[in-house]
């Protein structure tokens, strides 16, 4: 059993920056790959990107490409989640999730998940 917990949410102004980290224990974490995913109020839960299980290759959704980066420390079991010039339509919970498999960029995909964390961009 995989466990994830984020962290590194908060509110931000529109045009800044933060930098999400999910730890993960109870498992070997270089044999997942991660993905990051996000939920805004009353909206569905949408892939945001995904890194493979050694960090060579990545995947982001089309609204994040070129602000978002994603990388991993296998070493530190950590994956994290840099978001450049954020825009409140970012405004989400933001969830870790890893992935048994290769990488996946749907929901359905993940095995585990974590209890997401809360970033917000005000205009």
């Known amino acids: 059993q995989v466990r994830l917990v984020e962290s590194g949410g908060g509110l931000v102004q529109a045009g800044g920056s933060l930098k999400l980290s999910c730890a993960a224990s109870?498992?070997?974490?270089?044999?997942?790959?991660m993905g990051w995913f996000r939920q805004a109020p009353g909206k569905e839960r949408e892939f945001v990107g995904a890194i493979s299980r050694n960090g060579g290759s990545t995947y982001y959704a089309e609204s994040v490409k070129g602000r978002f980066t994603i990388s991993r420390d296998n070493a530190r079991n950590t994956v994290f989640l840099q978001m450049n010039s954020l825009k409140p339509e970012d405004t989400a919970v933001y969830y870790c999730?890893?992935?048994?498999?290769?990488?996946?960029?749907?929901?359905?995909?993940?095995?585990?998940w974590g209890q997401g964390t809360q970033v917000t961009v005000s205009s």
């Open positions: 999730a890893a992935h048994g498999g290769i990488v996946g960029v749907t929901a359905l995909e993940y095995d585990y």
């Open positions: 109870g498992g070997t974490f270089s044999m997942y790959a």
